[in-house]
């Protein structure tokens, strides 16, 4: 049984939105940081689902861990 990354163990910073997009107006980086932020809560997820199913495999009785996906290692 493989265990999850290391990788999985950090903890990535969240990103932050630019004040100068808010104080410009600028739909464009009011939608990359949307963008980002969603992506960054999706890997967050994508990284408890991993460790939560490697504690299951081990006989770990856990709440119910994310299924794998085709977008999930």
Known sequence: MKAPPAADLTVEAEPQLDMDAVLNDSAAALDDYDTAHASWGRRGWAQVAR?????RDLGVPTPDCA???????
């Open 51 to 55: 460790i939560c199913r490697w504690f």
């Open 67 to 73: 299924p794998r996906s085709p977008t999930t290692r």
